[in-house]
């Protein structure tokens, strides 16, 4: 069983459009992941939250916003996305420092 | 800066094969390494990891991997494959909120 989860599992939106991932994690973990991931490569990293406040950005586009609204959740608003930023989004989550991220199953995006 | 390098982007073994995945690291300290597996369209799962403590690390579904500080590698083996082994791995190093990963290598398994 799986303590990362996130939703929703697909999700096919216009260029106009704007949507919203979300993860939840029951781990009591204080730092939590987003990650892009193309086909046949491996993860990159976007945004890190840590104790609910931003510590990193990967120089992600701004149609790209993160919110971490507790400790728990952990959300990606999308809005006007463009077809490249079709990928596979996956949430993980850890302790502090070096400790093991334990990811979600992830959310399939296109872009049309 | 830490890195890590899959030697291998496909690796094709047969049922009961032994199984070998190498990965070799570039550290300034005394890294934290990882192997996760991904079956298609899902997400990563954690097979093992080495923390500095035993060289030898079993992991989950029959794999383990050596720390060799000597040779900077952890390379991942599986003595004996199976169909359901058939996925993508990634190697992956540490760095303080961070983890870097390899390319990946896709393990095939035919009967």
């Known amino acids: 069983d799986t303590e990362v989860t996130q939703t929703p599992k697909h999700l096919v939106m216009g260029m106009t459009n704007k949507k919203s991932l979300k993860c939840e994690q029951h781990m009591g973990h204080r730092a939590m992941y987003w990650y892009k991931q193309k086909a046949k490569k491996p993860p990159e990293l976007m945004f890190v939250y840590s104790y609910e406040k931003l510590s990193i950005n990967e120089s992600v586009p701004s149609r790209f916003s993160p919110e971490c609204p507790n400790s728990s959740l952990l959300n990606l608003h999308l809005h006007a996305l463009q077809p490249e930023d079709s990928a596979l989004y996956l949430c993980?989550?850890?302790?502090?420092?070096?400790?093991?991220?334990?990811f979600g199953p992830g959310t399939r995006l296109t872009v049309l | 800066a830490q890195s890590v390098t899959q030697l291998g982007s496909h690796v094709s073994v047969s049922e009961g094969a032994l199984v070998l995945l190498r990965c070799n690291y570039s550290s300034s300290v005394p890294p934290y390494l990882f192997w996760y597996v991904q079956y298609p369209n899902q997400g990563l799962q954690l097979l093992l990891k080495?923390?500095?403590?035993?060289?030898l690390v079993k992991g989950i579904n029959g794999f383990e991997a050596e720390f060799k500080k000597s040779e900077t590698s952890f390379h991942l083996t599986k003595p004996s494959a199976h169909m359901s082994d058939a996925a993508e791995y990634f190697c992956?190093?540490?760095?303080?909120?961070?983890?870097?990963f390899g390319t990946g290598t896709r393990l095939q398994v035919t009967l």
């Open positions: 992956a190093v540490s760095t303080a909120s961070k983890l870097t």
């Open positions: 080495y923390t500095s403590a035993a060289t």
């Open positions: 993980a989550t850890s302790g502090q420092g070096k400790d093991t991220q334990y």
